[in-house]
């Protein structure tokens, strides 16, 4: 079967590799045909060739891991070691181990639902992320009448603004330095900055600070220090995603007299999210078909992934599909 690993910084080769046989899995392992899957900013290190930590990320100039660096996935069960899962079921979630670019993929039953059956696999790749953005703001307070700033206005960023303003966030808003303008307001941002997070803080004025900042730039230090010091008395600072770094530096006087609290925080009850996610997307159409900008083929994988890495102000999310 096919399956696509780096085996050079930017560089995927195409290789064949033995299936998984169903007597192969272990409880509560799900075989999945691929589908289609989503590219996430936290795949881009590795594409990047960056050592990771994950198990099987060896080589010697990038991972050379079959499948990697994709967690994104949609597929059809082949056989299911999982009780909620049956052959022949469609489901969105995650490939546990960051291997979801092979025509194969197991993948851990807990991470992975149903979903609706109008949409299509490209599509329904939306459902992961926006399951995570939606388990994050279960940790926030509540976000009725606040404002809410969202740094960052990637794949993630966007659907942060999106769901803030859902939840009744009297003002949102988003900044990034590629130009947002106009795809923005579709995502529910009443205010959108052109700028870097240090421009936007330091002509921030005081009451125009927000009472929520969410952290959704990723794989930087100096953007969680710009969330610190941008968010009004009493207010919270949200940091998500896969930090590259296992020290982030931010001050803890701001922290202290500003009242400051701080959250951050992997999403859990993954197939309870997911299914929250399902539910939130027919309620609200058209957002994953807005969300999904660019698709392409497997045999395409390496254009997609370099055109994740540039900064294009019409691309939000792009899939790849079988």
Known sequence: MWSYRLVAPFTFEKVDVLPRSPESLGDGQVLLRFLAAGICGSDLPGFRGAQGRLPGDTGRCAAEKNGFPIHEIVGEVIASGHPAHRAGDRVVGWASGFDGLMEQVVADG????????????????????????????????????????????????????????????????????VDRADIGPAFGVDTVVRATSDRWVRHLTPEAKPDIVIEAVGHQVATLSHAVEAAAFGGTVFYFG??????????????????????????????????????????????????????????????????????????????IAG
Request: glycine letters at 8%; proline letters at 7%; hydrophobic letters at 45%.
């Open 110 to 177: 807990d991470g992975l639902a149903p979903y609706d059956a109008g949409l299509t696999p490209a599509q329904a790749v939306g459902l992961q992320p926006l399951a995570c953005v939606l388990y994050a703001v279960e940790q926030l307070p509540e976000l009725a009448g606040r404002h809410v700033a969202v740094l960052g206005q990637g794949s993630i960023g966007l659907l942060f603004s999106y769901v803030a303003k859902a939840a009744g966030a009297a003002h949102v808003t988003g900044v990034d330095p």
């Open 242 to 319: 896969v930090p590259d770094d296992d020290a982030y530096p931010i001050s803890m006087r701001t922290m202290l007299r500003n009242n400051l609290t701080l959250k951050s925080g992997v999403t859990l009850d993954r197939r309870r999210v997911l299914e929250k996610a399902d539910v939130f997307a027919r309620e609200h159409p058209g957002l994953l078909s807005r969300y999904l900008t660019h698709t392409f083929g497997v045999d395409e994988s390496q254009a997609a992934f370099e055109l994740a890495c540039r900064p294009v102000p019409d691309r939000v999310k792009i899939a």
